[in-house]
């Protein structure tokens, strides 16, 4: 029974804008006709694809396997056939393209055979694996892959689960939702990670602006035989980052640099037990996610939206936005980020579109100099002096924002919030430490070179006394005849000369083997070209 | 005045003795001055600088007998960075030895490749895979776009390919503001 | 064009916000300045405002910033009213139009602007003045219900563009020593405390009058704390120190040194406490680091207001301690979440 909370330092307390979406329940989406899945949903390896272009799969279909540990399954979310793998916008805050594969639904929505895992009965790694193959990641947005989080592990056995269902940050409201409407089974998920786990506490937080969640949860651990406290935590925004909430319920703190699990807590997003439940008891992989559409469009709400979709559909779906948009935000206002297209696909760390405009996000005007005023560091959930990385990020201070412990910044952006002088400061963080790991990685790179280098030297220094040793020997038999040299330069050089042959033959490629109409075709715009040369040359 | 004489001559063989004793006790291995400064290159070893690899420019430098703005791939900050080890004013990089370029890695078209072998000798590196007559290749990892190789292909197949921005190694920017025009 | 990334919402806040609530923080002290003194220090203010004004924007102008952001910014004109109303209020026109200038040229603009000064710029602008020019910033007027001659407003501005006097007057006659001053010179040739104070000069808490603008300034500091302008930290520390220092000294030897509320009382204590050591652009940003800091602004005040060469000595500890800003910040560095100590 926990008897007393604890407090975090800072935080703050934006319009929460929760009512516009949280009013209505979760509502389907027609299946689209296309569907772009990503293979970097998640944190870690790229999933390696299993399909080809061409290829017909099945809904659940498992599309690309994970690649190493810490890495998730890409699957179908309904049955068609592959058109395409290539590199596709995604939405990711670089606005770069990654590789995706394309399905063309073909409406039947036909599903693999599914089967309730017995996970009673099984060897835990096994159903770890199987948690692996089903692609189940942190789904609150970090989408770390959650099978690595529930490998028990002998050094630190995990004592206290937490579930996380505080949802702090504004706009954003489908954790309230699901918990609302599917309370059992998130606490059926709860009870097989618990299982895996060995943990003796279960905990679930939830933020004290959602009192009908928290009652439907209460509700649902009294249902079930699972010893779970559901504890209402004060609305303070970060309260929902793991750290902060793990803090707030045990009091403990997770030692920077480490995972909570060392600590003997592990944390979970309440869609994440969802979707454990879904896979274990169902047989079906993550291929939806409850997706809160708000902002400036028509009907808000919360959608079960198939991953793939694009946004500007599914915003349909909502009812299209306003004509007075200005982009569309994934996640929440205060660490999502602009989509670099309203034509990227909703991916499993899509838990919130808003759709953007001046007037609910007014334009900031011109940062003003620091006034070293502090308010900053008052707000600070990691209790960091953000006045003073800005001053080493802006002059590219790094060793000096490294000490000063940049790299324990959440980047949950109270410090812009409150600033006076409008500074954009959690941007400068972004970059200090973008800029740091790439240094970093830079050094690591150098030193290989360095040591493949020294490597290298040595072996030539090696090779060179050989030689010499073979040398002496030699020079006490006969002298070395130079025609071997000869013959050698002399196939060198007929090497040449066939390669530049090949040059010169393989540079049309392209233009081979086309049909006769191909072929007249080119000769065309040929002549066209060089007609059009001649003119310019005039 | 004896006393004094003595006293002095005695201070002097304690502490003679005592700075013996410590550049025994603490020997360094090797010239310090010289690691810091090839920590401090960037080890493309593409000998821009003159010198045939980093650690030879980090032994000149170290001597006195280069320049600090030798080294173009290091640039401006590797400037920086070595004024600042060896506590002299940074000066802009000597572009005699070449300018700064974005970061590239070595393409061998693997079609033209007629498998000499040249290449793989010239790679200060070993990130060059092939044997006689072999077709090569370059492992990207490992290739420090030293361009080394470029000029010894008989048959100009090696093209030095600029690393693209991809989702993994995409970096933030530093914030910039649009000016508005002074009221 | 909203935010360039997250996050897009922001408090409703500005630095002229900030500004301006400090200005309309000082108003209650003004009121009482007015009603104690006369309303020669109406003729400082705007003095000051418009010499800050000026400058700043000639500033401005030669260092090619944008105009308009730093002049409505409102800092210049929490600097130009700290200053004057440090000042005497009867000092002649080109004190305060000096003593502003040095501000905010040398002390503010020479320094990079706003956010970017390491010292006070009115204290600066203040201990140059007291240092260049001692008799000018001495002579204070009497409290209206002491003074034996009250000046109409119009003669308060002859006398402070003109120096001329109303025919009869001298300058004795409207001013007189400060208690502060009153009491180094007195405490000086041997005279005991409870005879220097029964002078009609000093008040029930500090000093006739000046008790009074202290405790309007101690209001407008509520409103600041209540607004979230400033921190408790250095007005509790400088004031509790100071007091600390004087109850210790008067409890030891009553006869020789000023009791705790004579000093919170007398002076720019008070201005000092809410006003000026809490600017933060030369103060300390760590919590432990602001108590530091006004802990060693009451001791250096109560130190040179004891034993110094001035009666005051609020502007002299602000910036020694400005100076130590740095160190204390560098030392004071909180313990960051999931970090041993």
């Known amino acids: 029974m926990i008897e007393k909370l604890f407090k975090f330092h800072g935080g703050v307390h934006p319009p929460e804008h929760k009512a516009e979406s949280a009013a209505t329940p979760i509502r389907p989406v027609p299946m689209p006709a296309r569907l772009v899945l990503p293979l970097r949903q998640h944190i870690g390896n790229v999933a390696k694809v299993k399909v080809a272009v061409g290829d017909h799969v099945l809904k659940g279909q498992q599309l690309a396997a994970p690649e190493g540990m810490i890495s998730a399954a890409v699957h179908a979310p309904t049955s068609g056939t592959v058109v395409a793998i290539d590199e596709q916008l995604i939405p990711h805050v670089s606005g770069l393209p990654d590789l995706c594969i394309t399905l063309q639904a073909d409406g039947e929505d036909r599903w693999i055979e599914r089967e309730p895992l017995d996970y009673e009965d099984m060897e835990k790694t096994a159903v770890i694996e199987a948690l692996r193959q089903a692609g189940v990641v942190g789904l609150g947005g970090a989408t770390f892959p959650t099978h690595v989080k529930l490998r028990a592990d002998p050094r630190h056995p995990v004592k206290t689960l937490i579930l996380n269902g505080a949802e702090c940050e504004p706009f954003i409201t489908c954790d309230d939702r699901l918990m609302r409407e599917r309370a059992d089974e998130i606490i059926r998920g709860l009870q097989i990670m618990a299982y895996l786990l060995d943990a003796e506490c279960c905990l679930v937080g939830i933020e004290d602006n959602k009192p009908e969640a928290a009652q439907a949860m209460r509700t649902a651990c009294a249902r079930s035989a699972v010893p779970v406290e559901v504890v209402l935590v004060p609305t303070l925004y970060p309260g929902g980052g793991a750290k902060q909430l793990i803090k707030v319920l045990t009091g403990w703190e997770v030692p920077s640099g480490k995972l909570p699990s060392e600590i003997g807590v592990q944390c979970f997003n309440v869609a994440t037990a969802y979707a454990v439940h879904r896979f274990i008891d169902h047989g079906e992989p993550v291929i939806s996610r409850i997706v809160t559409v708000t902002g400036k469009v028509a009907r808000p709400g919360n959608f079960e939206v198939p991953l793939g979709m694009a946004i500007e559909t599914l915003v349909q779906a909502a009812g299209g936005a306003a004509p007075d948009i200005d982009g569309f935000i994934m996640g929440g206002p205060m660490m999502g980020f602009k989509l670099p297209s309203p034509r990227v696909p909703v991916v499993k760390a899509t838990n919130c579109i808003i759709a953007a405009s001046p007037d609910l996000f007014p334009p900031q005007p011109l940062p003003m100099p620091c006034i070293r005023c502090a308010r900053c560091a008052d707000v600070c959930p990691a209790n960091l002096q953000p006045q003073e990385l800005y001053w080493f990020a802006k002059s590219q201070n790094f060793e000096k924002a490294r000490d000063y412990h940049l790299f324990d910044c959440i980047e949950c952006g109270c410090c812009s919030y409150v600033c006076p002088s409008h500074i954009p400061l959690v941007q400068y963080y972004r970059y200090a430490k973008s800029e740091i790991i790439a240094l970093d990685r830079a050094k690591q790179a150098a030193n290989l070179a360095r040591e493949r280098n020294q490597l290298r030297l040595a072996r030539i220094e090696r090779e060179k006394q050989e030689r010499q040793a073979r040398h002496a020997q030699k020079a006490m038999g006969a002298k070395t005849d130079t025609a071997a040299d000869e013959a050698k330069k002399a196939i060198i050089a007929a090497a040449i000369e066939r390669a530049k042959a090949q040059k010169a033959a393989v540079t049309p490629q392209n233009t081979d083997h086309l049909p006769p109409e191909a072929q007249a075709e080119i000769a065309r715009i040929e002549a066209r070209r060089s007609q059009a040369m001649e003119q310019q040359k005039e | ?183 | ?341």
């Open chain 2, 1 to 183: 005045m004896v006393s004094a004489l003595l006293v002095m001559v005695g201070l002097g063989l304690v502490l003679g003795a005592l700075l013996g004793y410590a550049s025994i006790k603490f020997r360094v291995e090797g010239d310090p001055l010289v690691d810091k400064i090839d920590a401090i290159l960037p080890q493309t070893q593409c000998g821009q600088c003159g010198y045939p690899g980093c650690r030879p420019y980090a032994a000149a430098i170290a001597k006195g007998e280069a320049d600090i703005n030798q080294c173009p791939p290091g640039g401006e900050a590797g400037v920086r960075a070595l004024a600042d080890l060896l506590g002299v004013e940074p000066k802009p990089l000597n572009t005699a030895h070449g300018v700064p370029k974005p970061k590239s890695v070595a393409v061998i078209d693997e079609n033209l490749c007629i498998g000499c072998t040249l290449c793989i000798q010239a790679c200060p590196v070993d990130a060059i895979l092939g044997a006689a007559k072999q077709m090569h290749t370059v492992i990207a990892s490992e290739c420090t776009g030293c361009e080394l190789c470029v000029a010894p292909c008989p048959v100009d197949c090696i093209t030095m390919v600029p690393i693209p921005e991809t989702v993994s190694n995409w970096k933030w920017r530093y914030p910039v503001f649009e000016i508005k025009a002074v009221s």
């Open chain 3, 1 to 341: 064009m909203m935010a360039m990334a997250s996050p897009y919402l922001s408090e409703q806040t500005s630095v002229s916000m900030i500004m301006r609530k400090v200005l309309l923080a000082l108003v209650p002290g003004i009121a009482a300045y007015v009603w104690v003194y006369g309303s020669g220090i109406l003729v400082s203010l705007l003095l000051a405002s418009v010499t800050a004004l000026v400058s700043e924007a000639v500033m401005l102008k030669l260092r090619g910033r944008p105009l308009r952001p730093f002049l409505l910014d409102g800092s210049a004109l929490v600097t130009a009213w700290l200053l004057a109303l440090a000042l005497p209020p009867i000092a002649p026109w080109w004190l305060v139009v000096v003593g502003t200038l040095f501000a905010i040229v040398v002390a503010k603009q020479l320094y990079g602007g706003l956010g970017y000064n390491p010292f006070n710029p009115a204290m600066v602008g203040y201990a140059v003045l007291l240092i260049s020019f001692p008799v000018a910033m001495t002579q204070w007027p009497a409290p209206l219900e002491l003074a034996q001659a009250k000046l109409s407003l119009l003669d308060q501005l002859r006398y402070i563009f003109g120096r001329v006097l109303p025919s009869g007057l001298t300058v004795d006659a409207i001013s007189s020593a400060t208690p502060l001053d009153t009491l180094k010179t007195q405490l000086k040739l041997h005279h005991g405390m409870a005879d220097i104070m029964a002078a009609p000069m000093f008040g029930t808490l500090g000093t006739k009058g000046g008790e009074i603008v202290a405790g309007a300034y101690l209001l407008g500091g509520v409103y600041l704390l209540w607004q979230r302008i400033i921190t408790w930290h250095v007005p509790v520390a400088f004031l509790g120190m100071l007091a600390l220092l004087a109850s210790g000294c008067h409890l030891i030897d009553a006869d020789r040194y000023a009791g705790p509320l004579f000093h919170l009382f007398s002076g720019a204590a008070m201005l000092c406490a809410f006003f000026i050591a809490t600017d933060p652009v030369s103060g300390p940003t760590t919590p432990k680091g602001k108590l530091i800091f006004g802990a060693g602004i009451g001791i250096l005040t109560w130190v040179i207001r004891t034993w110094g060469g001035y009666p005051d000595g609020v502007a002299f500890a602000v910036l020694l301690m400005n100076i130590c800003v740095p160190l204390i910040d560098a030392y004071t560095q909180p313990r960051v979440f999931g970090h041993e100590k």
